[in-house]
């Protein structure tokens, strides 16, 4: 089985393992105010990042996809975890400490997307709901092999990368624009931490460089809206701005939300 | 009916798996319009516009698929809020201006989806890589050969590429002056104006016994502009080490020679003056003891030691076959072929140009009034250049080790007669020297596992 195939097998286990212990809740009908939402969701990452001491700038693109549950404990007051595949693209990072440098173009690698964030409600109003919500998600790359081409012997680079990302901030709901249509503003404070670590055969030569990254920009705008097909399903979409020195990320996610 | 919604989840986790399996890595961005950094049909890897590269802002290069008619064409570009300003008709190739505020990468991306688009790209940015202003740079092919001709009009012409990549090596590093290269040699013209402010002293003669490496006979002035002649000055050549210093160190008398103990007595005092590469443009063919004892105690001090094989068409001479602690460096000329007189045996590492090379020479050698620079030939020249591409992996991997150095030298070299001696041969070694290779970051584009 391919690498790829592998991977993609972990991450289907990963995620039937959660719809397994997921099932119950959902299953069971809880107290009264505890109610339990499951989903799917799929974000487009997209962050500038920097590296050796903020000297050297690249992207980190990435397509993550995750089923989520959110438990209401009660009301205003949710925890929601999710787990996943994710796609990371760490596109332009420069290992300038390996024995032949090497510039990584060789697109995205997979990894372990795992999560978790809690919200409470601040205030409600008939026009507007403010929560304020917080979360953690953090990636584990799988390891990846590349050859070294162009060299009078052969060389292989082995390499996994990595990163995490907080988020916390208030989200502002209204509600006055109709039953099924919920728009909201997401400001956020975020930060956005990776490594990738590579390390470099070439017949007798060797090295292991570890790149420590972050992420540029730490306010994240959003803008989206939830909108309730049914009683049950709901659809939300999402797209943020991370304003940075010389620029802007633009990243944006969608998931379908189960009811329960 | 809870038990009909979670069977609903897992049909759609079962979809959304289904979905996710074709999604190799690499593969993200199909079908999603942000996706813009990965290629899902190897179309294009889109540029990063923080990764340093450079294309013209506004402008994309689009070509479509044969058979797609000029009105339905021009219908995708109006769609696009683009216009053509011209077209590379022999290849089918439009390029377009886009309006005011649409992003390159983004345009790129979204044309890429559509089938009938062959391809679109950024309109990239090239530039001519670093080269000097330096007088008689054209006439250095060892750095940086068009196939212009060797030297006076009139003379042989060399291959294009026939060169170690200084220039394009130079885009990475031009060297750091902590960087200390001892030309341990027939000393140097100390007031050259092409070497006057490259010296990190007066050095040691060891042939008169003073602080004035002077050169009397002129190899140690030719080799030191090989490695290290003031360059970008507007003035004669430009030294392959750019930026970094010299040190000369006087063992061969006026003749080019000098006795092994005086030879052995130079490495010593270079390595333990702060040389960082040592170069040993010179040779006899009897192995001694005292010598490989001077070698391995410069080895083992930090300093990387390169010497040429010989001139003789024979086997290689010490001190550079001392294999343990030298890089043995063999000619090859501005065709990348081996000329008949470069030494060879099992000890060569590598080869570098040695034949017809441009550099320094004392001031007043070839007369009055005459230019202070020449040509000559040699395995001298082709240490020289290896001892300057030491001196620049060095300047930018402090912490390697000689033998990692040696080893950089060695696998980054271009095998130039491969079509005869395949892999490492005993005449050009791993082959000839390529900068390029051995310091500008290379490009990893191949998947993962591919």
Same mark, same amino acid.
């Given at each position: 089985?391919?690498?790829?195939?592998?991977?993609?097998?972990?991450?289907?286990?990963?995620?039937?393992?959660?719809?397994?212990?997921?099932?119950?809740?959902?299953?069971?009908?809880?107290?009264?105010?505890?109610?339990?939402?499951?989903?799917?969701?799929?974000?487009?990452?997209?962050?500038?990042?920097?590296?050796?001491?903020?000297?050297?700038?690249?992207?980190?693109?990435?397509?993550?996809? #995750?089923?989520?549950?959110?438990?209401?404990?009660?009301?205003?007051?949710?925890?929601?975890?999710?787990?996943?595949?994710?796609?990371?693209?760490?596109?332009?990072?420069?290992?300038?400490?390996?024995?032949?440098?090497?510039?990584?173009?060789?697109?995205?690698?997979?990894?372990?997307?795992?999560?978790?964030?809690?919200?409470?409600?601040?205030?409600?109003?008939?026009?507007?709901?403010?929560?304020?919500?917080?979360?953690?998600?953090?990636?584990?790359?799988?390891?990846?092999?590349?050859?070294?081409?162009?060299?009078?012997?052969?060389?292989?680079?082995?390499?996994?990368?990595?990163?995490?990302?907080?988020?916390?901030?208030?989200?502002?709901?209204?509600?006055?624009?109709?039953?099924? *249509?919920?728009?909201?503003?997401?400001?956020?404070?975020?930060?956005?931490?990776?490594?990738?670590?590579?390390?470099?055969?070439?017949?007798?030569?060797?090295?292991?460089?570890?790149?420590?990254? +972050?992420?540029?920009?730490?306010?994240?705008?959003?803008?989206?809206?939830? +909108?309730?097909?049914?009683?049950?399903?709901?659809?939300?979409?999402?797209?943020?701005?991370? %304003?940075?020195?010389?620029?802007?990320?633009?990243?944006?996610?969608?998931?379908?939300?189960?009811?329960? | 009916?809870?038990?009909?919604?979670?069977?609903?989840?897992?049909? $759609?986790?079962?979809?959304?798996?289904?979905?996710?399996?074709?999604?190799?890595?690499?593969?993200?961005?199909?079908?999603?319009?942000?996706? $813009?950094?990965?290629? %899902?049909?190897?179309?294009?890897?889109?540029?990063?516009?923080?990764?340093?590269?450079?294309?013209?802002?506004?402008?994309?290069?689009?070509?479509?698929?044969?058979?797609?008619?000029?009105?339905?064409?021009?219908?995708?570009? #109006?769609?696009?809020?683009?216009?053509?300003?011209?077209?590379?008709?022999?290849?089918?190739?439009?390029?377009?201006?886009?309006?005011?505020?649409?992003?390159?990468?983004?345009?790129?991306?979204?044309?890429?989806?559509?089938?009938?688009?062959?391809?679109?790209?950024?309109?990239?940015? $090239?530039?001519?890589?670093?080269?000097?202003?330096?007088?008689?740079?054209?006439?250095?092919?060892?750095?940086?050969?068009?196939?212009?001709?060797?030297?006076?009009?009139?003379?042989?012409?060399?291959?294009?590429?026939?060169?170690?990549? #200084?220039?394009?090596?130079?885009?990475?590093?031009?060297?750091?002056?902590?960087?200390?290269? #001892?030309?341990?040699?027939?000393?140097?013209?100390?007031?050259?104006?092409?070497?006057?402010?490259?010296?990190?002293?007066?050095?040691?003669?060891?042939?008169?016994?003073?602080?004035?490496?002077?050169?009397?006979?002129?190899?140690?002035?030719?080799?030191?502009?090989?490695?290290?002649?003031?360059?970008?000055?507007?003035?004669?050549?430009?030294?392959?080490?750019?930026?970094?210093?010299?040190?000369? *160190?006087?063992?061969?008398?006026?003749?080019?020679?000098?006795?092994?103990?005086?030879?052995?007595?130079?490495?010593?005092?270079?390595?333990?003056?702060?040389?960082?590469?040592?170069?040993?443009?010179?040779?006899?063919?009897?192995?001694?003891?005292?010598?490989?004892?001077?070698?391995?105690?410069?080895?083992?001090?930090?300093?990387?030691?390169?010497?040429?094989?010989?001139?003789?068409?024979?086997?290689?001479?010490?001190?550079?076959?001392?294999?343990?602690?030298?890089?043995?460096?063999?000619?090859?000329?501005?065709?990348?072929?081996?000329?008949?007189?470069?030494?060879?045996?099992?000890?060569?590492?590598?080869?570098?140009?040695?034949?017809?090379?441009?550099?320094?020479?004392?001031?007043?050698?070839?007369?009055?009034?005459?230019?202070?620079?020449?040509?000559?030939?040699?395995?001298?020249?082709?240490?020289?250049?290896?001892?300057?591409?030491?001196?620049?992996?060095?300047?930018?991997?402090?912490?390697?080790?000689?033998?990692?150095?040696?080893?950089?030298?060695?696998?980054?070299?271009?095998?130039?007669?491969?079509?005869?001696?395949?892999?490492?041969?005993?005449?050009?070694?791993?082959?000839?020297?390529?900068?390029?290779?051995?310091? *500008?970051?290379?490009?990893?584009?191949?998947?993962?596992?591919?």
């Amino acid at each position: 089985m391919s690498r790829t195939g592998k991977h993609v097998w972990t991450a289907a286990g990963w995620t039937a393992l959660f719809l397994f212990l997921s099932a119950p809740l959902a299953a069971q009908q809880g107290p009264e105010g505890l109610s339990v939402k499951a989903g799917v969701g799929m974000e487009y990452l997209n962050r500038t990042v920097s590296w050796d001491e903020n000297a050297f700038t690249s992207g980190l693109k990435g397509i993550l996809l #995750a089923f989520q549950a959110e438990v209401e404990a009660r009301p205003g007051l949710s925890a929601c975890f999710q787990a996943g595949y994710a796609l990371s693209d760490f596109g332009g990072l420069v290992f300038r400490g390996l024995p032949f440098s090497v510039e990584y173009q060789a697109g995205a690698t997979g990894g372990l997307l795992l999560g978790a964030g809690i919200k409470a409600r601040a205030s409600a109003s008939p026009s507007f709901d403010i929560e304020i919500a917080a979360s953690f998600d953090a990636c584990f790359g799988f390891p990846g092999e590349w050859a070294l081409e162009g060299l009078a012997v052969e060389g292989s680079l082995d390499g996994r990368s990595s990163w995490m990302r907080i988020a916390a901030g208030p989200v502002v709901w209204y509600k006055g624009l109709s039953y099924y *249509v919920y728009p909201f503003v997401r400001v956020q404070y975020t930060a956005l931490w990776g490594s990738f670590r590579m390390t470099e055969t070439v017949a007798s030569l060797g090295g292991t460089e570890k790149k420590a990254v +972050s992420g540029r920009g730490l306010v994240a705008v959003s803008l989206g809206a939830l +909108s309730e097909i049914t009683e049950a399903i709901g659809l939300k979409a999402e797209v943020t701005a991370i %304003p940075r020195s010389g620029g802007l990320d633009i990243g944006a996610s969608g998931r379908v939300v189960f009811s329960f | 009916m809870k038990k009909s919604v979670v069977s609903w989840i897992a049909a $759609a986790a079962a979809v959304l798996v289904f979905v996710a399996v074709p999604l190799r890595p690499g593969a993200a961005g199909s079908g999603n319009p942000g996706s $813009a950094a990965v290629s %899902p049909d190897g179309k294009i890897a889109l540029p990063n516009p923080d990764s340093g590269l450079r294309f013209v802002p506004g402008r994309v290069l689009l070509r479509f698929k044969k058979g797609i008619p000029s009105w339905m064409s021009e219908l995708w570009i #109006a769609s696009y809020n683009a216009r053509e300003i011209g077209r590379l008709h022999q290849i089918r190739t439009h390029i377009l201006e886009l309006s005011e505020g649409v992003s390159v990468e983004e345009a790129v991306a979204a044309l890429n989806r559509h089938p009938e688009v062959d391809f679109a790209e950024p309109d990239y940015i $090239a530039s001519a890589n670093v080269t000097p202003n330096d007088t008689f740079f054209g006439y250095q092919y060892a750095l940086y050969n068009s196939g212009q001709p060797i030297s006076i009009p009139g003379s042989p012409t060399g291959k294009p590429s026939a060169d170690i990549k #200084a220039t394009a090596a130079w885009e990475e590093t031009r060297g750091d002056s902590e960087v200390v290269v #001892a030309v341990v040699d027939t000393g140097a013209d100390l007031l050259h104006p092409d070497l006057e402010n490259k010296f990190a002293g007066s050095g040691r003669d060891f042939i008169n016994e003073d602080f004035d490496a002077s050169d009397d006979h002129g190899h140690g002035t030719w080799i030191s502009g090989i490695i290290g002649a003031e360059t970008d000055n507007n003035l004669g050549v430009a030294g392959a080490a750019w930026n970094c210093r010299l040190l000369p *160190v006087k063992v061969l008398d006026e003749n080019a020679e000098g006795a092994y103990s005086t030879i052995a007595e130079g490495i010593l005092w270079a390595v333990d003056n702060g040389a960082d590469i040592i170069n040993l443009s010179l040779g006899y063919s009897e192995d001694s003891l005292a010598l490989s004892d001077a070698v391995a105690y410069a080895y083992e001090q930090g300093a990387v030691l390169c010497a040429g094989t010989g001139n003789t068409g024979s086997a290689v001479e010490y001190p550079a076959a001392y294999d343990d602690y030298c890089l043995a460096a063999a000619a090859t000329d501005y065709n990348d072929a081996r000329p008949p007189w470069s030494n060879f045996g099992p000890e060569v590492d590598v080869a570098a140009p040695g034949a017809s090379i441009f550099s320094t020479f004392p001031r007043g050698h070839f007369g009055p009034g005459s230019l202070d620079y020449g040509f000559s030939d040699g395995t001298s020249a082709a240490a020289a250049h290896v001892s300057a591409l030491a001196a620049l992996i060095i300047s930018v991997k402090p912490l390697l080790t000689p033998a990692e150095v040696m080893d950089i030298i060695r696998f980054s070299c271009d095998d130039v007669n491969e079509e005869t001696d395949p892999e490492w041969d005993e005449f050009l070694g791993y082959g000839r020297l390529n900068m390029e290779k051995a310091l *500008v970051p290379i490009v990893i584009k191949n998947r993962s596992g591919e």
